[in-house]
């Protein structure tokens, strides 16, 4: 179909994959003068009713959704006797071809996929469809690193009778479908959530849980053995994301998760805070291999046991009662005045416990805290002896206090610019990692979308993702205020949220300094250009911040150094390099010729630093230089 125009409209460039029911060609739409990409229906399949019906129904399913990390679509309709889709073109690879070339992924690469196939899901449920053929070729990576979930061919609606099995086969992926799918049963949304569990696990550990000679060995595995948990595969793999990924895989649909939010918070947490377990594995003990055991094979095996396991058992229950006896009767007396039962502290304050174990004679220890939802901050989250145990006077109980929720209530930054979305979330311990734009009626600049929705659960520390009004590299946007900052760390995490990458840190003068009552501390941010509220592109546009620096505690260093300049009037820089960018440590006008230039600069800490010296703007020299103090 290469150099085909369909319906006078999308130009056919060439094929970029062919799947079961039908080929993908990349296209040129002419007149909203773009790239898409057209599936069409293969052409063995146009008479046929049930693929005819398949594709009708992703189309309308794909039409209905409209979420980010869904791969959009656009048009639909027939050519030449053939179906097609019209969708959002992504230039990438899909995640199975990264996973084939790269292998296993790290932790917080794969988790962030999973939130984006999460969020994706999440909608298509809320609209009333299960996708049913979760798996990583259906997960695109595009070359701007967005995720999007795609292909909706076998999707159905939640309210339908929803099954995967047409009496032959199995519909779907086998290495991922859900074991209510592999035998046949109704699916339901927790069926999707199984197969981000699978494909994470893949993620993780460079394989999926299952693999057999054909695909019923597979679907069996599924049906009947639990996977094994991705930190016991790999020590490397946080202990808490391992628990995630089992309760997602659980064969048990009520243990699994009911939400693909409830899924997504689970992750993030599971993130930020890698060793706790605060999934219950016990709660996810599978039955399904005990169920399909032989009553009758078990019943003379127990039976013989039973004849080992009770004359022991009885011998050590009586070896027991009577040290039992003898302890009770002819040494306790002799211990019970140095004896105490420990008290149960949880969820008491510092205070109430630290009474509790001083009226009994033992000492209190702090030793930690711990996050707790439950759990009000600065209570006793744990203890250790146990509550109810008798211990010696004097012994020392190990505390844990909670340090309340870790999660908290996202806000709605709809309408708002990027600082003062900023200014809101840091009280929140959120950060707002990716920026993107997209046309809007909105007023550029300011937040269209945002990736944890108003009101649903965040871990602190987290990062929300973001889209603006507008289009990159052209929409205006106000210049930020720095000021407000006490660190230049502070102000740079701002600036690079909003684009900017070419920025200068310089010391304030006195001059400047001067302009305030009161010196502020070292590091704030005193003055900065341009000035906020300014409009400005921020990839064309350089800042330089003023930074309050006391030279007192300043470290130092010689320079001495020739220049041929050829114009007057030339302007020399240099600047020390830093991760967050550069810090100017010496500024002066040059006139032209032969220039020997010697001077000492000041830095806020001493160290061997790259130092680059630029004549109007532009390098000419990088040399290592150590400040002293």
Request: net charge negative; charged share 25%.
């Amino acid at each position: 179909m290469t150099g085909t125009v369909v319906n006078d409209r999308y130009r056919i460039e060439s094929e970029v994959g062919s799947g079961g029911m039908a080929e993908v060609y990349k296209a040129y739409d002419l007149e909203e003068k773009r790239y898409v990409a057209i599936k069409v229906i293969k052409s063995e399949y146009c008479e046929d009713p049930q693929y005819i019906r398949r594709f009708d129904c992703e189309a309308d399913t794909v039409l209905s959704l409209k979420c980010k990390n869904i791969v959009g679509a656009y048009d639909f309709g027939s050519f030449e006797g053939r179906r097609y889709i019209v969708l959002e073109y992504v230039e990438g690879c899909t995640l199975k071809e990264s996973l084939r070339e790269h292998g296993a992924i790290n932790p917080k690469a794969a988790v962030k996929i999973a939130c984006c196939v999460l969020d994706a899901l999440e909608c298509a449920h809320n609209a009333g469809f299960i996708h049913r053929d979760v798996k990583p070729q259906n997960v695109m990576i595009s070359t701007d690193k967005s995720i999007k979930l795609t292909d909706f061919g076998i999707a159905k609606a939640a309210e339908a009778t929803t099954r995967t099995y047409d009496g032959s086969s199995v519909i779907g992926s086998v290495h991922y479908i859900s074991p209510e799918q592999a035998k046949g049963e109704p699916v339901e949304r927790t069926s999707d959530l199984y197969s981000v569990g699978i494909m994470l696990f893949e993620m993780l550990t460079g394989r999926p849980p299952f693999d057999g000679e054909n695909s019923v060995q597979i679907a069996l595995k599924h049906i009947n053995d639990s996977i094994e948990p991705p930190h016991e595969i790999d020590s490397a793999i946080p202990p808490a994301l391992s628990d995630v990924i089992v309760k997602a895989t659980a064969k048990d649909v009520s243990v699994r998760y009911q939400s693909a939010a409830a899924m997504r918070a689970d992750l993030l947490r599971a993130l930020a805070h890698p060793k706790r377990h605060f999934v219950r594995i016990d709660d996810i003990q599978d039955t399904a291999a005990l169920n399909i055991k032989d009553t009758e094979t078990t019943r003379p095996r127990t039976a013989r046991m039973w004849h080992v396991v009770l004359p022991v058992t009885l011998l050590v229950a009586v070896i027991v009662g009577i040290f039992a006896f003898w302890y009770k009767y002819m040494m306790a007396d002799t211990d019970k005045e140095n004896l105490s039962r420990v008290p149960n502290l949880y969820g008491r304050t510092v205070e109430e416990a630290q009474e509790l174990c001083d009226n009994r004679d033992f000492l209190m220890r702090i030793v930690g805290t711990i996050a707790s939802d439950s759990v009000p901050e600065g209570s006793v989250y744990s203890q250790n002896p146990d509550a109810g145990t008798t211990q010696e006077k004097g012994t020392v109980i190990d505390v844990v206090l909670s340090s309340g929720s870790d999660t908290v209530s996202m806000i709605n930054l709809i309408g708002y610019t990027l600082e003062q979305a900023s200014y809101a979330l840091e009280n929140m311990d959120i950060d707002i990692e990716l920026v993107s734009y997209a046309e809007s009626e909105a007023s550029p600049g300011t937040i269209i979308w945002q990736s944890i929705g108003d009101g649903d659960a965040a871990v602190k520390g987290d990062t929300v993702d973001v889209a603006i009004s507008g289009t990159q590299g052209v929409t205006q946007v106000p210049m930020p205020e720095l000021t407000r900052f006490k660190s230049p760390q502070q102000a740079v995490e701002l600036l690079n949220i909003y684009g900017f990458t070419d920025i200068r840190f310089k010391f304030a003068s006195k001059e400047m300094l001067a302009l305030f009552g009161e010196t502020p501390k070292d590091g704030a941010v005193v003055s900065q250009n341009p000035s906020a509220g300014i409009p400005v592109i921020p990839s064309n546009t350089h800042v330089d911040v003023y930074i309050c620096f006391d030279a007192n505690n300043a470290a130092y260093a010689d320079f001495s150094h020739s220049f041929v300049v050829d114009a007057d009037s030339s302007q020399m820089v240099v600047a020390v390099e830093t991760e967050m960018g550069e810090f100017v440590v010496y500024e002066t006008e040059l006139k032209a010729g032969t220039r020997a230039v010697e001077f000492r600069a000041a830095y806020v800490e001493k160290g061997t630093y790259t130092c680059i010296i630029y004549i109007n703007n532009i390098e000419v020299t990088r040399l290592e230089k150590e400040f002293i103090k």
